[in-house]
Structures are given as structure tokens and as C-alpha cells.
């Protein structure tokens, strides 16, 4: 027995002797390594590429890679992103020793993509690549031989490219001819089953390349001169004759650089084609520019241009000896002038400012390349710069005051000659006098408001160069200005009545001093205002009223329209007409009955004569009477009494039309009255309720009915009743005075619900103002910190609270200054403070691109610093209310976590983490 | 290999319990029995043989089974879907001694040897949906795949005691054994790719398995119905 009692004991020991295996476990980040090359692949929709991803790596230096977090598990996320380091076991790459790698990535469907890589700096290198599809359609071309262990190539070998060169051309040819060597970027020979990807390269296409497309509005940047190492000057493709890719590798994916015979590859050219350098189309013999670019040095190399020869079948056709594999591209180009052509002005014209416009004129298309403002003057050097190499032009400049245009000779864009322009056909500057000359009336004429019609003519054209009308009584001077000079100008007045017209001598437009006698004894007195005025008195048999009568005066012949006036016609009322001139002739006076819809008109008389003349109002009916005592409407009502105020309208029952509108409370019981009605009138009272948009319209009745009427409110809403004041916060904060603003929400404290959010700065002694809010709550103020967990809430106070109300925000922590430009990205853990000992890490990497588009950034790290509870950076690569995918992670290409399509809508872009896993308890 | 020093060590075990004189057909059995058997480390079968010399000893062989594999799929909330995919075998050939220490009780206490073939419990995890941590999600493929491996020596050693005898009285018989087998330290093997790859859960590997050098036995306790083929020595 003591033996079965040992034996429990000591299963019972071995079994209490487990521990937690995670006992003692700290899991923390890898610091990363620095990220010496990221390749984003994309397919050639823009999308991500299949998941099923392998990604290779192959090269002399291939082993010197590791994964950003030091692994050898090198994988494409599902987004195609692969981040590569350089490992710290061997020397750093320098231009001297670059470290060279291939990387691959293969997927079923795809080409596989092969990127040569030649690093001669630390630097991070960033590439995008286009998986092409196969098949059939493809335009790559995949094709297959041999090569002996010394890269010999074992036959003829003759690869076509499946799509024309250009379109409406042929396809491209590259030959290799048997026995010639083939060898890599290290010279090492490449031999065994040998892979070659060829194809026509559309350079405006930045997706249908199996590698690299640098060419960017039809630029090759900075090529490197033939036979040297310098760099030259950008070139732009004028005319591209053709681009191509050719790679070719064996199985180890070691990639052929060069060859020791020229790689041949022909194709045809249109015989259209321009040779912008000879100025006539191409022949056989002509040399095209060829250039080519290394995808693994990322740099352009002028080569030895191609030629243009007769094709066997007699087209012409571009051929071009290759020593290298790369991309390449054969075409003319141009480049900006250092120095461009100048032109000195010659002027017989005064010293002046006016500008004058200059064109520069391509002679080739009569485009103008540059348009600008210059003054001429003489002896003034006009420098054209920013021209190119294949332009021939001619500086234009048009007179601005006449229609002359002076073109200068033919001169080369790169020309640094200087060339004599004669601008002495253009015209004198015309400038505006100071002041013009006076012309003094001599009238025999009585004086007089008449105003007569007055025109300044030039004396030599006689074209009007000013018109407007003023009187002309006698010793008046009339004086001119506003006149251009250089002119001699006359002064015109015309006569309405007798037509008469006297001109002035004529006298220089600028003669300030002048003062020429205009004598106009010859125009007839003009017109007078009426002495006096016609009066009618009215003659009525109806009951004096408060009524109002339409009353016209109309011309007795025409029956024009000459005024329109209001009164009222009560018998013995006297209507005393005005404002006639002697020449207004006779007139009548029209008057209209509302209600019979009858008129009388008066006879005609002359609008100057003082005669009383009666106004008999036949036909009129006797218009009915204002009521003596208001309508009445009792409001039926059963919502709470309130101050509110309802839109009445007073309907006119019969025309709908509206009589009175107004606005007055609706409480139950309350009696509205409406004045002003007359006995005739049959109205309803129409009460609306625009919260619930209910209408509430009474009976039809009479508009003197005696009786109070009463109108259903029942089907309104309770009214919700605005406080008349905003409810004041006073802020109380130790930040420093900013105009950094916070997130504020107004909380119901009831129900928590969020009534109102907004921004606002948090300076001491600021007043939040919230207008806007419902009476009968209780609502609190809430603040979040930008810098911090910390929120700030207010005590709960009435909504229509008077006085200012204390917001305490002392909790709050100083935030760093943004400037303008800058965006600060920031992690928030919800905490007080940080368990700085729990943090996995104390950097972030992060990347980030517009919504919509293709191409990651990389952001700037983002850094813990000690103290505080986030992570944040400050950039300037994103910018205020662009929307943007957002990633962040441990290491570059391990961004863990994401966001997507988050639009930017201030400067202070806060993500909450909502774990509490690393906050100090 | 393996399988041929098997058949080596069955055929010899044959030899030792059925002899006969040399040039005599005649064979000798001994007392024996079959038994099924049920428990915490799967079901079985075993032969038993008394020895002839020690009839409170029993020889016996037998091999037990058990198995897991299956694809669980745990919802942490928020659409957040994770796959776990558990993968052990417990498959042991053994060979063991049985005392009977009182003549008139079934009571016994064994000991023995044993081998697996493998000796490990897998386990892999994965996201099957983005993972929702901390307010900010994580995609399948960040998160990545983990692959955790538990693997013991294939030789173990085994020690029990139990009630019930391994050659029936009767024709029939039923025992109960409760042991625990010695499986030795464990090692740890971590694969992982994504998420953890950029922790330095690699570098504490030595730690979990300090943790886990505990983890050496295996309780077994099994329920047995033995059948006697030979009750006694037959000629």
C-alpha cells in the first residue's frame, strides 16, 4: 500500500509541477531594418495583384536580402507590396560596390515579372511594375532557347515582338546570331535554357511594360552622354520611331546584360516621318537618335543612333544594333535652350511705358510659344529664353495704338544672336488730356431747365467722340474733358424745337486754356413747364367712402399713358393734376370703378390751363361698408399655451386670393380678430404650423359676420421652442492662447444623445456660444483633448441657462504647433498615461495614398515619445480635405493595420486605438 | 526499417510464450488473453501472456490510438472570424509487465516501454475575416498564419497500476488502469509568417520551452475487456 501511495505522490508532483508555458513571455517588436527597395505591383486594370504571389530572389548579392524585420520569409502582401532589406552581414552598398539582385515575382496568368536591381546607395528605392498578362492577346512575347555553359547561344535566334512597333507598322525583330556570347551586369557568362520577354513598348502607356517605364510626358531625363559619364540635358521625344523591351535570362534567372555581338533589331518607319533637324521627311541613310534606359541603375544612356535603311521589299526600315539589354527607345528630341535669340529694338518714337504685345511664332506651325508684354523702345534688348532645340521662330510685335505688326527674321531657338527690329511704322502713343477746352453760350434765349443734346465730334472725321445732354442758357460754359489728345475737336448742339444746329471752331482737345464762343441765337425758346395745371372736382351721387379709385391722365390723341395715381372720389373731392410742360398738349382724366367695372373719362383739355372741370361719376356703384367690428376666430387648440407665433393668412373666399397675412400666437381660447374687412367680403383665416407642416383653415364666412367663428388648431404639433439665448460656456484653460480647435459636443443629460458638435479654440477665458438649442433639457458641454484621453464635461445646466456656465479644460495638454501646410497624424491610446514598459514599440511606419489611386507613399516614422499617450508624426505630404487609405504596422511592409478612404478634414488627424492593453492602470 | 525490428520483436515475443522441444510439433500454450481497451489516450487492443516461471508477472503488447483534427472557426465578435486547425495523433505501440503483488486481488501494478510515431501535437491559426484589434482592423494576410508545434521523444516510458485481471477466470473479464507515460521534454517548433514575424516571439522560444519542461507525461487511464484464449497452460 505504501508503495501505491508513493507512486499517486509522485504523479501528483509531475503533474503540479507545470507551468504557464507563457510564463515570464515579453513580446515587443524587431526594431526594422531601413527599407532599400519596395515594389509595388499592380495589374494592368490598377488593381491588386492574385494573392498567390511567389516572389523570387535571385542575383550575386540576392543573399544580402532580408525581409524589413530581418526574416527570410519574403512575401507580396495582398495588396502587392514587397519590402526588401539589405542585411548588416556584409559592406554597405557605394557606388563603387553596389550590391546587384534580381527579384521575381511569378503568378499564373502573369508574365513573370523580373526586376534587376543595382544599388549603389543606401537609399530607399521605390518601383511600381504592371503585371502583363499572357496569352494569346498578350504583347509580350515569351520565347525560349539555348545557350553553352560559356553563354554561347547555340543557334540563329529571332524573336518578333506580337504588336506593331507603332501602330499601321510592323512588328520589331531582334536577331542574335549563333555564337554570339551572352553575359551579365557582373560579365559572367549566362548559360542554359535561356527565356527572353521582347515587346513594343507604347512609352504614353505608363501599364503595358513588363518593366519599367520611366518616360514621363515623353521625357528622357538627364540620359547620359555617348561615350562619357556625364549626364546631359533632359530630352523631349518629338517624334518616337519605336521603343522596345527585351530581357533575357536562364533558369537561375540570371539576367543577360550584354552580348558580345550586336543584338540586331529592325522595324519599319512610315516614310512620312519628319526629320525635324534636316527639315524634310526621312531617307534611307538618315540616323535617328536611340537611347536606352537600365531599369537596375534607373539611369538614361544616349546610344549610337540607329539608321534608316531600304528594306528588301523597298520601305523604308529602322535598324538599330544593340550592345546591351535595357529599354529602348528611338526617336527625335529636343531640349531647352540654354541661350536663346534676342532683338534689339530700333524706335523713332518717344521714350514711353505703354507695352506692346510680343508673340513668339513657331515658323514650322504658326503656333505661338510665347505670348508677352514688352515696351519698345529704342535700343531696348528683348531676350526670348525657354525655347527649344528643333524651333525656328520669329518674335512679333503689334503696335498698340495703330495695326502695324513687325515680325523679325527666322532665328533658331538656341540661337544667341542678337537681331535689329524697326518698329518705325508703329504710331505715336496717343495719351488723354488733363483737361479739354470750354465753349461759352451765347443765347438770346430766356433761361431755362431745357436741357439740349450736346456732341463732340473730331473735327477731321467728324466720328462722335462724346455725347450728353445739359442746358444752355447764356454765358453757361460747357467745358470738355476725358478727350484723347493729339486731335482737334468741335462741340455740337442740336435744337428739338426748331432743329437748328451750331457747331463750334474747331480747337485742340487738350487746349485747357480755350474758351470758344458758341452762339446759338439761331434755336428757338425751348419748351416751359406749365404755368399752371388742370383741376377736376368730382361729382358723385354715392356715400362718401374710404375707398381708393385708379385715376389716369392719359394724351387725348395717343391715350399714352402719362401718369397713374391712387385717390379716393368722394362727391366734391378736387383732383389737381401737375408736373405737364407747355408742349404736352391736351390731355384727359380716366377714372375706374372696382366694382361695376365701369369708367368715366373727362373731356380732353390742355395740360396748361387752369380750369376746374367736374368729374361725373356715372354708373358707379355704392361700394359696400368697412365693417364695423372685427371678425373673430376662437382658437381650438390643444398643445400647452405658449409664446409661439403661427403664420396667419387672411384667404379671400371666393378668389383664394390673400388679403392679410400676419403672425400671432394660437393658444386655446385666444380669440384672433381681423380688422379691415368690408361687408362684401366672404374670407376664411388660414393658420399654419411649419414644424409639422399641418394647415388649419376655418369655414367661409362673412367679413362683417358678428359672430366669433372658430378655428381647429388640434392637428398641430407642440411647438419646440428655441431658447431666445445662446447657452454661454466660459472656457477655463491653462493651453496657451492658439487657434487650435477642439471637438466639442452638446449631450443631452438625460439621454445622452449628441445634440450639437463642433469645433472651437479652447483659449482662456473664451465663451462657447451654442445657439440653436431646445428649451426644456438638461445638456451638458463635452471636450476632447487632441493631446491626451482627457475629456472635459460641463455640469448639467439648463439649455436656456442665462450667464456664463465654467467649462474646465486645465486637464487638457499642450499641444505642439502645427504650421500651415502640415498635417499631424496622430495614435491615441485612451489613456491617462502609457505603460511605456508594456509598449511593444516606440516606432511606427506608416504609408499612405489618395483614395482612388494607385501609388503608396511612405510616411515619415512615427515616434512614442516618452511621457506622452500617442504616437504621431508631422508631414507635409498630405494635405487638408483629400480623402486617403491610410496603413501603419511594426515594420515597413507588415502594416497591420489600416484605414480606408478616411477624408482629411483638418490639420489634426487623431485615430483612437481603443485598447487599454498598454495604458498604466 | 522501423518496421522490420517490429516484426523481429513480435516473432521473437511468439517464440518466448508457445516453445516446444526441438523436433517436437507439439507446442506448448500459455495462459493468455485478448483485450479491447478504452481511455484517455484512445482505444486499443493488447495480448497478454502469464509468464511461466513468475505467475504474478504478465507480458503484454499492445498499441493504442487516438486522433484530432478539425477546422474550428471562432468568432471574436465584430465579423472578426479566426481558424483554428488542431492536429494531434496519440498512436503508441508499447510493451509492459504486470505484477499482480497480492495472489488474491486483481490489484496490479505495470510498467513498460513504448513507441509513437509522432510524438506531436500541431496546431495552426489563421484569420479567416479582418480581425478587429483595438478599433483598427487587421487584414487576413497581415495577420498571417501561425504554426505551433509540441514534439516529445518517440520512445516513452510507462507506469501504472489498475484492477483486474489480465487472464480471465472466466472466459470474460474487465479491468480499470490508471498510468502515466513518460514522453520527456518537450521542443517547440513556431512557424509563423505576418503579423508575429515582426515580434521577437521567435527569440522566446527557449523560454516556453523552459516553461514546458514539465509537459513529460501523459496520464493514462483506461477502462480494458480481456477475453482469455488460454486459461491455462495447454499441451
Known sequence: MKRILLFIGLLLGVVSACKNPLDGLELRFKKPY??????????????????????????????RLITTVNTKKFRISSDGALFLSIDSLGPRPTAQ??????????????????????????????????????????????????????????????????????????????????????????????????????????????????LINPIVNQTITKPILRGGTAEGTNQQLTQVVGAFLLQIHNEQYQLVKTASQPIRVRFSVSPQLYHPLERRVIQAGDEIPLFSYDAA???????????????????????????????????????KCDTGPS??????????????????????????????KSTVNNGEIIKINGLE?????????????????????????????????????????????????????????????????????????????????????????????????????????????????????????????????????????????????????????????????????????????????????????????????????????????????????????????????????????????????????????????????????????????????????????EIIRINGLYSEQTVRLKIMDNQSGAVALSAAVGGCTATVQEIDVTSFKKPILKCAN?????????????????????????????????????NNGNLIKISGLDADQKVRLRIYDSQSSAIALSAAVDACATGNQAIDVTSFKIPPNIKPGEVRITLQF?????????????????????????????????????????????????????????????????????????KLRKADWVIEIETTEYCKL | MKKAVWLIYFVALGRAFATGNPGDSAVRWWPSAVGIQAGTTGVGVQWAWKLRSQPRLVLRVGATYLAYKKKIQIDLGDSSLIEFRPDFVIGVVHSSVKWHPFPRSAFFLTGGLGYTWRPDIQLELSALSPIELGGIQMKPDEFGTIGLGIKWSPVVGYAGFGFGRSIPKRRWGVGVELGCYYLGAPKINMEFDGFLETTTLEEQIPLIERNMRGYRFLPNLQLVITYALVKKSLR
Request: hydrophobic residues 35%; glycine residues 6%; charged residues 20%.
Open chain 1, 389 to 669: 532645340s528643333d524651333q525656328f521662330v520669329r518674335l512679333r510685335i503689334t503696335d498698340a495704338l495703330g495695326t502695324a505688326v513687325v515680325n523679325s527674321q527666322l532665328v533658331n531657338g538656341c540661337s544667341g544672336e542678337v537681331q535689329e527690329m524697326d518698329l518705325s511704322s508703329f504710331k505715336k502713343q496717343i495719351q488723354k488730356c488733363p483737361n479739354g477746352p470750354g465753349f461759352k453760350i451765347k443765347s438770346p434765349l430766356p433761361n431755362s431747365d431745357y436741357r439740349y443734346s450736346f456732341v463732340v465730334i473730331n473735327a477731321e472725321t467728324n466720328a462722335q467722340l462724346q455725347s450728353f445732354q445739359t442746358t444752355a442758357n447764356n454765358n453757361e460754359v460747357v467745358r470738355l474733358s476725358g478727350l484723347d489728345s493729339d486731335q482737334k475737336v468741335r462741340l455740337r448742339i442740336t435744337d428739338i424745337v426748331s432743329s437748328a444746329v451750331v457747331t463750334s471752331e474747331p480747337v485742340d482737345a487738350c487746349a485747357s486754356n480755350a474758351e470758344l464762343v458758341v452762339d446759338i441765337s439761331s434755336f428757338k425758346v425751348p419748351p416751359q413747364r406749365c404755368a399752371n395745371s388742370p383741376v377736376f372736382r368730382i361729382s358723385s351721387s354715392l356715400p362718401n367712402s374710404d375707398r381708393s379709385y385708379t385715376f389716369e391722365v392719359i394724351k387725348a390723341d395717343t391715350k399714352a399713358r402719362l401718369q397713374v395715381f391712387q385717390s379716393s372720389a368722394n362727391n366734391g373731392d378736387v383732383i389737381r393734376l401737375g408736373g405737364f410742360y407747355e408742349n404736352t398738349g391736351m390731355i384727359q382724366l380716366r377714372v375706374f370703378d372696382f366694382l361695376s367695372s365701369a369708367q368715366v373719362v373727362s373731356n380732353p383739355l390742355d395740360a396748361c390751363t387752369n380750369v376746374t372741370t367736374p368729374l361725373v361719376l356715372e354708373n358707379f356703384k355704392v361700394p359696400p361698408p368697412k365693417c364695423t367690428s372685427p371678425l373673430g376666430f376662437r382658437v381650438k387648440s390643444n398643445l400647452p399655451n405658449s409664446g409661439a407665433t403661427y403664420q396667419c393668412q387672411v384667404i379671400n373666399a371666393a378668389t383664394n386670393g390673400v388679403m392679410q397675412t400676419f403672425a400671432t400666437t394660437v393658444n386655446n381660447g
Open chain 1, 726 to 762: 445662446p447657452l454661454v460656456f466660459s472656457v477655463k484653460s491653462t493651453l496657451p492662447t492658439s487657434d487650435r480647435a477642439y471637438n466639442c459636443e452638446v449631450i443631452n443629460d438625460v439621454t445622452k444623445a449628441k445634440i450639437q458638435s463642433f469645433q472651437s479654440t479652447l
Open chain 1, 830 to 902: 485612451p489613456c491617462k498615461a502609457l505603460d511605456e514598459d508594456k509598449l511593444p514599440t516606440r516606432e511606427l511606419f506608416g504609408r499612405f495614398r489618395e483614395t482612388g489611386t494607385l501609388q503608396w507613399k511612405n510616411l515619415p516614422s512615427m515616434k512614442y515619445i516618452s511621457g506622452q499617450t500617442a504616437f504621431s508624426i508631422v508631414t507635409d505630404l498630405l494635405e487638408v480635405g483629400k480623402t486617403y487609405d491610410f496603413q501603419v504596422g511594426p515594420a515597413p511592409g507588415y502594416f497591420s493595420f489600416s484605414e480606408s478612404a478616411y
Open chain 1, 97 to 210: 560596390n553596389p550590391l546587384r539582385f534580381t527579384v521575381v515575382a511569378k503568378v499564373p496568368g502573369f508574365v513573370d515579372a523580373v526586376l534587376p536591381v543595382e544599388m549603389g546607395n543606401e537609399n530607399q528605392r521605390s518601383v511600381a511594375l504592371i503585371l502583363q498578362p499572357t496569352g494569346t492577346t498578350s504583347a509580350v512575347k515569351v520565347a525560349q532557347s539555348t545557350a553553352s555553359r560559356s553563354g554561347s547561344v547555340d543557334r540563329d535566334w529571332s524573336v518578333e515582338t506580337p504588336t506593331p512597333i507603332i501602330a499601321n507598322q510592323s512588328v520589331a525583330q531582334a536577331s542574335i546570331a549563333k555564337g554570339t556570347q551572352l553575359k551579365d551586369v557582373a560579365a559572367k557568362e549566362v548559360g542554359g535554357t535561356l527565356t527572353a520577354r521582347f515587346q513594343a513598348v507604347d512609352i504614353n502607356k505608363s501599364n503595358n511594360t513588363f
Open chain 1, 34 to 63: 531601413p527599407v532599400a527597395l519596395d515594389v509595388q505591383y499592380y495589374t494592368v486594370e490598377g488593381k491588386a495583384p492574385p494573392e498567390n504571389m511567389e516572389v523570387i530572389l535571385a542575383g550575386p548579392d540576392a543573399n
Open chain 1, 343 to 372: 532683338f534689339k529694338i530700333k524706335s523713332s518714337l518717344p521714350t514711353t511705358n505703354l507695352q506692346y504685345q510680343c508673340e513668339v511664332v513657331n515658323e514650322a506651325t504658326g503656333a505661338r510659344l510665347q505670348v508677352f
Open chain 1, 297 to 335: 541603375t534607373e539611369k538614361w544612356q544616349t546610344e549610337t543612333p540607329g539608321k534608316v535603311q531600304k528594306a528588301s521589299n523597298g520601305d523604308l526600315e529602322y535598324v538599330a544594333e544593340l550592345s546591351h539589354l535595357s529599354l529602348w527607345v528611338a526617336g527625335f528630341t529636343k531640349q
